[in-house]
T-cell receptor
């Protein structure tokens, strides 16, 4: 099992800029979820992609968007960055079906200044 | 909407002592429940999960958890803590059968004294 790889590990952006975070899942993991983890809090669900289509979204504005690609990679895009977007962004992927657990990446630490 | 409460923000135990981390959930149907562990700067690792059946579930690293529907709880236990167990622990409830849309608690930080 090769796991889930996220890049970059750390990133500093200026308020108002746009950012793209990347996640590479292992082969066969066609379901990927993205979470935002603010300091001192638990992860919050942003959205999920299944077979390249969005499959549910949490309470996040449209400036948070995503893509999933046929090669089991995915992206999280955030436009018009705000200071409150500073957080650890985690992706988690799984095989389809309820009996499979999700494998989390180590995250991207985004700092907005 | 579902929610998860972890009442203890920080717990300190001595190495070799037993451990219980509390988790209470709110969910309208049969919950799918999870415990994860997160070491500093790392992602989350699944310790164990409850979908149905036996209410006492065994996980990795010697952890177990008991689902109590009447108390809406899913407490995590370990009989003897090791120094390497120091980390942050998160309880989560899945949305329906979809573990990838989980709602997490705010975590409990475990410190292990030598």
């Amino acid at each position: 099992e090769t796991g889930v790889t996220q890049s970059p590990t750390h990133l500093i952006k200026t308020r108002g800029q746009q950012v793209t975070l990347r996640c590479s899942s292992q082969s066969g993991h066609n379901t990927v979820s993205w979470y935002q983890q603010a300091l001192g809090q638990g992860p919050q669900f942003i959205f999920q992609y299944y077979r390249e289509e969005e499959n549910g979204r949490g309470n996040f504005p449209p400036r948070f968007s995503g893509l999933q690609f046929p090669n089991y990679s995915s992206e999280l895009n955030v436009n018009a960055l705000e200071l409150d977007d500073s957080a650890l962004y985690l992706c988690a992927s799984s095989y389809p079906g309820q009996n499979y657990g999700y494998t989390f990446g180590s995250g991207t630490r985004l700092t907005v200044v | 909407a579902q929610s998860v409460t972890q009442p203890d923000i920080h717990i300190t135990v001595s190495e070799g002592a037993s451990l219980e981390l509390r988790c209470n959930y709110s969910y309208g149907a049969t919950p799918y429940l999870f415990w994860y562990v997160q070491s500093p700067g790392q992602g989350l690792q699944l310790l164990l999960k409850y979908f149905s059946g036996d209410t006492l579930v065994q996980g990795i690293k010697g952890f177990e958890a008991e689902f109590k529907r009447s108390q809406s709880s899913f407490n995590l236990r370990k009989p003897s803590v090791h120094w390497s167990d120091a980390a942050e622990y998160f309880c989560a409830v899945g949305v329906g059968t979809n573990a990838g849309k989980s709602t997490f608690g705010d975590g409990t930080t475990l410190t292990v004294k030598p």
